[in-house]
Every structure is written in C-alpha cells, then in structure tokens.
C-alpha cells in the first residue's frame, strides 16, 4: 500500500533551526512535494525534488533520498509565522498526490 | 505567480439543499483540477481530478451523483454538493495544475467551508 510517515507534532524555538522527517511508501514515484498548511486555510507550495539531492529555497532547504523514500523539510532562523502543518506529498505513478496528516510545528517565542 | 481563487469561502446550507463551489485559475490554464475534503486535523482526502472538456475521475468511495464537477473550461471548475447533509460538512479546497505535464506543482485555491444544518 501507499503510506506516508510524518511527526504529529513538533516545538521550535524562534530563531533556531528545525527538521521534519518524512518516510513514504508509494506506487512508483514521481516526486515529492512540501507544502505548507495554516490552520483553516489551503496549502500553499514550498519544494519539489525529483532526483537525490538537497534544494534550497531561502529559509527553506528539502532532501530527498529515493532509495531510502525518504525526505526532510529543513527550517531556518525559524519565525513565528512558520507555525503551520508540514504536509509531505510524493507523487505516485499515475502522477497522484499522496498525502498525509503532516506535521503540526509549533514555534514558541 | 499562479493564483487560484475559490468561491464563496464559506457557506451555511439547509439540509436537503445543493451548494455550488467555483474555482477558477486566474492567471494560467488549468488543464487539471482538482477537488479535495479535509476535515479537521485529518490530511487532505483527493474527491476527484477533472480535466477540461470531459468526466472527472472519481476516487474510491466519491458519490458521483452527489458531488457533480464540471470543468468547463481551461479556467473553470465547480463542484455542486447535492442533497447536503450535515456530513457533508468541510473544509472542501480546489487545486489546478498548469501546463501539459504531469510534474507541474498543485496550486491551491483558499478553501470554502461548508456547513450544513
């Protein structure tokens, strides 16, 4: 089957550095994304990788592994609108999202 | 960059009645759209994928009947909830892929809420 593993929930401290994890078991692969989720809004994009490797983005920095299904979500000088869900999302073979509960972050001041 | 917009953004019904949710991309063609539920703390649950011009695909369990989409057009989805109930109640939220390949990023509109009394 299809899975994704995330931490329910993580704290981080403003300013620091955080890493969320995320393991996922899929149909194929076509990608993974990052997406970022505020409470009661929609998810807005962070990060795509495609091959093995880390992606910088700003505060923003992803890892994917392939052969390990494995990525990370790399945070910097966290600030205290980051506190959001974290929600890892590969792409399976028929090019569909899989998504999982994410991860809550809540960043303390 | 790519914005979506839904509308209304919230909704209150009657039981019985059917809502109409619209999405439109504005700034790019949607070749693809999406329609998700989401209920509180659960992950984002995929209702169905439409494409311009023809049926969308439903997922497992989707009440088709009951959760009409129409694409019709490169711009614009709707999804018509028919005969709601107050199970029906969420947090529903569009999305819609540009270009013709399969590796373009989501982009999502803001969500309707809808509840049901």
């Known amino acids: 089957g299809q899975n994704i593993d995330q931490p329910t929930e993580m704290t981080a401290t403003e300013g620091a550095i955080v890493q969320i994890n995320c393991t996922y078991q899929t149909s194929g692969f076509n990608g993974l994304f990052w997406y970022q989720q505020h409470a009661g809004e929609a998810p807005t994009f962070l990060s795509y990788?495609?091959l093995d490797g880390l992606e910088e983005k700003g505060r923003f920095s992803s890892f994917l592994s392939r052969s390990k299904g494995y990525s990370y979500l790399l945070l910097k000088e966290l600030q205290m609108k980051d506190s959001a869900s974290y929600l890892c999302?590969?792409?399976?073979?028929?090019?569909?999202?899989?998504w999982g509960a994410g991860t809550k972050l809540i960043i303390k001041p | 960059g790519a914005v979506v917009s839904q509308h209304p953004s919230w909704v209150i019904c009657k039981s019985g009645t059917s809502v109409k949710i619209e999405c439109r991309s504005l700034d790019f063609q949607a070749t693809t759209m999406f329609w998700y539920r989401q209920f509180p703390k659960q992950s984002l649950m995929l209702m169905a994928t439409?494409?311009?011009?023809?049926?969308?695909?439903?997922e497992q369990g989707v009440e088709k009947d009951k959760f009409l989409i129409n694409h019709a057009s490169l711009t614009l989805s709707t999804l018509t909830v028919t005969s709601a109930h107050p199970e029906d109640s969420s947090f529903y939220i569009c999305s819609a892929r540009a270009g013709t390949t399969e590796l373009y990023e989501q982009y999502f509109g803001p969500g309707t809420r809808l509840t049901v009394t």
């Open positions: 439409s494409n311009e011009g023809s049926k969308a695909t439903y």
């Open positions: 999302a590969p792409m399976d073979s028929n090019y569909q999202l899989i």
């Open positions: 990788n495609v």
